[in-house]
């Protein structure tokens, strides 16, 4: 039986297998199978009994969400029924998107998939577009993923020859056509609607729903956007069926899940296991455990936006529902561990300076707030914040959280804070005190010519002296220039 | 400048054009080829000039400004002149944890130059590049869009050595 069936045909020692090397392993049968012998609304149940949940990070239901594109009429159940009354027809043409956009710091999972097995990924599209009866397929990927689009362009070369994409694939009434769209950066640009202004050539500014894009995405035509390893989990759902599916799982949500560590463990990498492996046994057996002197302090169980986990919640099983009950998400699975001697709230730091540059900038709250969470986690850093700093970040946890921005980008943001304010609050304390020490020291000594006192402090309270002040005096026409 | 010129198709050579033309063959629209496109442009030219902008704008039937909107908006098309070599360090969560700092002193010390910067011999550029998703072999660069992984102060040095080894080849 299949255990792995994301992973099994991916030997990094090697190149991948082209396309008759992957078909000899059983490639492409998934493909044929629903192409040939079943009706896409047949698909799309077997989808939905699958319970294939999106592995992008939000982690919803795949067949649910593809239920609300249109279909036509006569592709609702019955294979041979050929109705083509007024209003039988979906809107033309269909799409249907791979998000190869990886770019959640921490994050490495599709890079493995598109790497080791493009072939899959190609598959993938096939079985989804055929569901879905979409006419074009494109894979989003990002601009520094080179090798896997190069992969990726020659996979879908062999697919087109051999006649699996093109005019009447297989012999029947369905064509479709796939494409490899690179992109030139940004993370904003994983968010599905900001992806579709993306792939239509614009600034990846994010979209209002509704209308989904279901409905109306790319170019207002029924699109689907979904995540590289939920597309290539549909082969062998079709080929093995709903019941192997969830039983390859050891929790509620099926499947088996692309995990990773990273950090200061002795053996960092990415693995496919049943969906609901612990924390505990992906860092002890498979990363190595932590590297000699380092303890664990935290984690991150799934990418840079995925609220803190502690230790105490290392036997949970990482699947969506029980990471959701720690008020944390499963998000891409690949987990990153903080360990005791990393300085937290510069690592705290370097994820909001990641979120702050790569807002879209449409909306205040995430353009605007994110760079002042930044700032005062910067004065924390260095010795000069204040209260005002922490309690500005306690601010930010509600205002630039869900509700109050136009995605998700800017709550995504949130979770590490929010979490670390709840989790680790002496952290921040010990900055305010340290600043305070500082402050004193600075107002109260005449500090020795070489001492670091002297330096500047830019950003302080205490602005007089300072290069950014806004006393500053030696701006040539400043208002406030020296008499 | 004579006021024509700068529009011109022309100023693209005819292998940009027809890279530039397979991509907009892949949309229902020639404006959502405009990213590709720029990295056509940014391929044989390094950087996207104002002229060139005006062309590809012009090959895709869209305003210079709304291109340059789209250009500035993604932060692998570059619109100033950038050195010979693209030295991109990822600055992700999991390098920084495992020293991409120590990293980027090594690159300043041995060229002289901080992010956005390009050394006074125009061989290297230098500029911070978000999670690259290689995690598991932090730290990690991209010179000319090559992983790097496994990096250290000494394995800068071997990057640079053979920078200069493969340019004096």
Request: with cysteine; net charge negative; charged share 25%.
């Amino acid at each position: 039986m299949i255990t792995r069936p994301l992973t099994r045909h991916i030997d990094l020692s090697r190149p991948p297998y082209d396309l008759a090397q992957y078909e000899d392993a059983g490639g492409y049968s998934g493909a044929r199978k629903v192409i040939t012998g079943m009706t896409p609304a047949e698909g799309l149940q077997l989808l939905k009994d699958s319970g294939l949940r999106g592995r992008g990070g939000a982690g919803f239901p795949t067949g649910m969400k593809w239920s609300f594109v249109p279909m036509d009429k006569d592709n609702k159940g019955d294979k041979d029924k050929k109705g083509d009354k007024d209003g039988d027809k979906a809107p033309r043409p269909k799409y249907i998107v791979a998000n190869a956009d990886e770019m959640e710091p921490g994050t490495f999972k599709d890079r493995l998939l598109m790497e080791g097995c493009p072939h899959l990924l190609v598959e993938g599209m096939l079985v989804g577009g055929y569901i879905l009866q979409a006419d074009i397929g494109y894979i989003f990927i990002r601009g520094e993923y080179v090798e896997a689009a190069q992969l990726l362009n020659a996979a879908i070369a062999e697919c087109r020859k051999k006649g699996y994409l093109g005019k009447h694939i297989l012999g029947g009434d369905w064509s479709f056509e796939l494409h490899v769209h690179t992109s030139a950066g940004r993370y904003i640009c994983g968010e599905e609607t900001a992806l579709l202004n993306s792939l239509e050539g614009k600034r990846a500014t994010p979209r209002a729903k509704p209308p989904f894009p279901q409905v109306s995405g790319l170019w207002g035509k029924p699109t689907i956007v979904n995540n590289v390893e939920t597309l290539c989990n549909l082969p062998p759902i079709i080929e093995h069926g709903a019941d192997w599916f969830k039983q390859l799982s050891l929790t509620g949500d099926a499947g088996t899940k692309l995990y990773g560590v990273s950090g200061r463990v002795n053996n960092p990498g990415c693995w496919e296991l049943p969906m609901g492996t612990t924390a505990r046994t992906l860092i002890e057996e498979h990363a190595g455990g932590m590297c000699d002197g380092y303890q664990l302090k935290t984690f991150l169980p799934g990418g840079g936006s995925t609220p803190l986990l502690l230790p105490e919640h290392l036997d949970t099983p990482m699947d969506y529902t029980e990471i959701g009950k720690l008020g944390s998400r499963l998000g891409t699975g690949t987990m990153i561990v903080i360990d005791d001697q990393v300085d937290f709230i510069g690592a705290l730091k370097n994820l909001e300076h990641f979120f702050s540059q790569e807002s879209c900038g449409f909306c205040t709250p995430c353009r605007d707030g994110l760079p002042w969470v930044e700032k005062a986690l910067d004065n924390l850093e260095h010795g000069r914040g204040s209260r005002a700093d922490l309690d500005w970040l306690k601010r930010a946890t509600w205002m630039l959280n869900m509700g109050n921005t136009f995605c998700a980008h800017a709550p995504g943001a949130m979770g590490p804070l929010e979490s670390a304010l709840k989790y680790f609050p002496d952290e921040f304390e010990q900055r305010l005190a340290q600043s305070a020490a500082r402050r004193k020291s600075v107002t109260e000594q005449t500090a020795p010519p070489d001492s670091p006192l002297e330096a500047p402090l830019p950003n302080s309270p205490l602005k007089t002296h300072l290069p950014n002040s806004p006393l500053k005096t030696h701006l040539p026409n400043s208002p406030l220039k020296a008499p | 400048m004579t006021d024509a010129q700068p529009t011109l198709i022309s100023s693209l050579s005819e292998a940009e054009i027809a890279e530039i033309r397979a991509e907009v063959s892949h949309y229902e629209y020639p404006q959502a080829a405009s990213i590709e496109a720029l990295k056509v442009v940014q391929k044989y030219r390094g950087w996207v000039s104002d002229e060139s902008l005006r062309a590809v704008a012009k090959l895709l039937e869209m305003s210079a400004e709304q291109l340059d909107g789209v250009a500035t908006f993604y932060s692998l098309i570059f619109r100033r002149p950038v050195g010979e070599n693209m030295l991109m360090l990822c600055d992700g969560i999991s390098c920084w944890m495992l020293g991409c700092e120590q990293v980027k002193a090594r690159i300043q010390e041995r060229l002289g130059i901080d992010y956005g910067e390009t050394s006074p011999d125009n061989k290297f550029t230098l500029l911070p590049v978000t999670c690259q998703g290689a995690c598991d072999r932090a730290p990690v660069l991209l010179k000319n869009m090559q992983l790097y992984t496994h990096l250290s102060a000494a394995g800068i040095d071997a990057l640079l050595a053979d920078t200069a080894a493969e340019q004096n080849s």
